[in-house]
């Protein structure tokens, strides 16, 4: 990660965007959510604590903690709550505490419905004072136990190190400043002289004399009892410690002005330092840069998806290390300077407003990071929406167009602009990876762009309908190319038989669309995903084949509706990689069995239409098929044994053929229509080899071939197709 970051830091054109330097021991405040609440709690001169008040997310975002090591941090940090007991135990015993006669009620249910009386009963009975009275007597109850014993004691430890230890580390990292904020001087005084025991029992007092209703128990009740249960790490919930008595024309420490001040201290401090242990110029790290504070933690960044991303070096897992007798940071040591510029190049490329330019999401927990060595001045260029297609209602054509146009408008041949993308993983609770890397320039990707929208639209034309905006409109679908990495996400999906969605695989890793679009042709890698498409989707398009012969809509209103583009338009993506293209296919006997299939179908349904189907269900647009029609049935045999199954087809086809020539309904014009299309391609096909065994590119047609069938051209294209 640290490669592909240092030269993010290093591109002259991207440092325009970085963000200011923070000190790697600032660390983000947790975020704010429904469950996870967060105090501004405020302490005074002769009372311990002077107020309590729930922070919302806008004021939380911009303030820091100053955090050693995890979970001891200064001015905010997770406090456990006063009592060891989970808030429906300790509503239970409140209740059956008021009530004892209860207890036989509460004896007879089990889980939910338990859960949900004693809410309910908790509600009905609550009043603050036998609240109060409660607390007291429960906690001298729980200190006789021995659990809560230990738990008092891992609660004083972990809260004395962040009010005491971690504040005076602050201090003395901030090298004692002169020019102290009144707000942070007063805090830092009050922290020091208070007695953890006190400290506990004010907030305790403090939080039930503001629980006057049941509405304030719900938002305060984190401060008093367990909402999940003890398990490596006791929980607790994010309080910030602040004053109410600050100067007027100052600000409180929860501030993002304080917070500012607090990190220009440490900043200068460090520099200080830095400056002293520097003088010795022959010490660099693997970068080149100054080797001072290469043994340190290495910093962390807050990141969307995958939350906090802690910068790695080299690690002891690689056992090559050892044959050096080097490990860690002694095999790879990285110094503040290159540690400083990888943090800022990570914060910048994933800055929120950043998203879809330089970053874009790669599934639940990964990150796509895709820019050009040079940015324009003025514009934004959407390289990583062009790669993953997410959140845009562009098609591939008009973006690609837009991303090059703006490279082009750079005062650079597009040869001598690179482009760089990499993907992050987080591969457990600890551990992020870099699963993808690439750099290719510019004009490669303006070529690539090219044959990959040539590939995926130079297919026959296809009947695929779908709903229209109005009622009872239909359209039939344009061609949709796919974005690089979408073709992971059609390729995984497995459907079942009857064409509806049964899975999505992992067989092929989400960036493996990039290679096949910059990467040089690799033809093992083409076959391998049509195998793999073929077998996964083969059903699908043969359910929706037999949708089109019939003039129907294949699943409910916009069900599939990009799957049905998506996956045709893979499949003449990849068979123009591997060199076939449209107007040899076509001619081939693969594709032409494929439209036989169709027109099968066809004649079929017409069959039943006029035969199977009573008058009465005609007139209502209602016809008595049979759950597959005779090509759709011969389908997964065609692609297996072609010649069998044709030997199979000429016999059983030969009802509906000899009907249609004698047919006089209404339809009669389509039936001979139908007998000569059947008659047409029955002699292309015996003019042409057979192959026993079909290979994936002859499947691939002939599934092509069956979805295009013999189409009269009338129907409204979507206004979505692609020209």
Not at 539 to 554: E, M, P, R, T
Request: proline share 4%; charged share 25%; with cysteine.
């Amino acid at each position: 990660m640290l490669n592909e970051l240092y030269q993010v830091a290093s591109t002259p054109d991207l440092k325009q965007l970085f963000i200011s330097e923070q000190d790697k021991r600032l660390k983000p405040l947790p975020k704010v959510t429904e469950n996870s609440p967060a105090f501004r709690v405020c302490m005074g001169e002769t009372s311990i604590i002077t107020s309590i008040k729930k922070m919302d997310k806008s004021q939380i975002v911009p303030l820091r903690k100053f955090e050693v090591s995890n979970g001891f941090s200064f001015p905010s940090f997770n406090l456990p709550p006063y009592l060891s007991i989970l808030r429906n135990k300790f509503e239970e015993a409140y209740i059956l505490y008021q009530s004892p006669d209860l207890i036989d009620k509460f004896a007879n249910i089990e889980g939910k419905e338990r859960d949900k009386l004693i809410s309910k009963s908790f509600k009905g009975s609550f009043n603050q004072l036998h609240l109060i009275e409660f607390v007291t007597e429960f906690n001298e109850k729980l200190s006789a136990e021995d659990t809560h014993q230990k738990y008092l004691a891992s609660v004083t430890n972990k809260i004395d190190k962040c009010l005491h230890e971690t504040s005076q580390k602050l201090w003395e990292s901030m090298n004692f400043p002169c020019d102290v904020p009144l707000s942070i001087k007063l805090l830092y005084k009050r922290v020091t002289n208070v007695s953890i025991a006190d400290f506990r029992k004010a907030v305790a007092t403090m939080a039930l004399a503001k629980i006057t209703t049941y509405e304030d128990w719900e938002q305060l009740y984190d401060l008093l009892v367990l909402n999940q249960a003890i398990k490596t790490s006791i929980p607790g919930v994010s309080v910030v410690l602040d004053i109410d008595d600050y100067d007027e024309n100052g600000y409180p420490v929860a501030h993002e002005k304080t917070i500012q001040w607090i990190n220009d201290k440490l900043l200068n401090s460090r520099n200080e330092i830095r400056e002293t242990e520097s003088q010795d110029t022959s010490q660099v790290d693997a970068f080149g840069n100054h080797l001072f504070g290469h043994n340190e933690k290495m910093p962390s960044v807050r990141m969307p998806i995958t939350g906090d991303v802690i910068l790695r070096s080299m690690v002891k897992e690689s056992p090559c290390q050892y044959r050096y007798r080097k490990v860690d940071s002694l095999a790879f040591p990285v110094g503040d300077d290159s540690r400083k510029m990888a943090k800022a190049a990570l914060e910048t490329l994933s800055q929120k407003d950043l998203r879809g330019f330089t970053w874009e999401g790669l599934g639940n927990q990964g990150i796509l990071f895709a820019y050009p060595s040079e940015i324009p001045k003025k514009e934004k260029i959407p390289v990583a929406k062009f790669m993953t297609g997410s959140g845009t209602e562009e098609s591939f054509k008009g973006l690609s167009a837009k991303v090059i146009g703006y490279l082009s408008g750079i005062n650079k041949s597009l040869a001598s602009i690179e482009m760089r993308v990499f993907a992050l993983k987080k591969m457990d609770r600890a551990r992020t990876k870099v699963v993808y890397y690439l750099n290719f320039s510019a004009q490669r990707l303006k070529e690539s762009a090219e044959e990959w929208q040539n590939g995926s639209v130079i297919i026959p034309q296809l009947r695929i309908k779908e709903w229209g905006e109005s009622k009872g409109e239909v359209i039939v679908l344009g061609m949709i190319t796919p974005f690089p990495v979408e073709i992971a996400e059609i390729i995984n999906k497995i459907w079942k038989y009857d064409g509806s969605l049964a899975g999505v695989s992992k067989s092929v890793n989400k960036t493996i669309g990039i290679d096949l679009l910059i990467k040089e042709y690799d033809k093992a890698l083409t076959r391998y995903l049509l195998d793999l498409l073929i077998r996964n989707s083969s059903v699908f398009l043969i359910c929706l084949g037999q949708a089109c012969h019939i003039n129907k809509v294949f699943g409910e209103k916009r069900q599939f509706k990009n799957d049905k583009v998506l996956i045709p338009a893979t499949l003449g993506l990849l068979l123009y990689k591997l060199g076939c293209k449209k107007e040899d296919y076509m001619k081939d006997s693969a594709y032409l069995i494929g439209n036989l299939m169709a027109v099968t179908d066809e004649l079929h349904y017409l069959y039943c239409k006029h035969v199977r189907t009573s008058e009465e269900d005609r007139k209502v647009n209602k016809v008595n098929t049979p759950t597959q029609l005779l090509g759709n049935a011969h389908m997964i045999s065609a692609l297996e044994s072609p010649i069998r199954t044709l030997s199979v087809l000429a016999n059983r086809i030969m009802p509906y053929i000899s009907w249609a020539k004698s047919n006089n309904s209404e339809d009669v014009g389509l039936s001979r229509y139908l007998c000569k299309q059947y008659r047409e391609i029955a002699t292309q096909i015996s003019s042409k080899p057979i192959p026993k065994r079909l290979n994936d590119e002859d499947r691939a047609a002939l599934l092509l071939g069956y979805l295009a069938g013999a189409g009269n051209g009338n129907e409204k294209i979507s206004n979505k197709e692609e020209k």
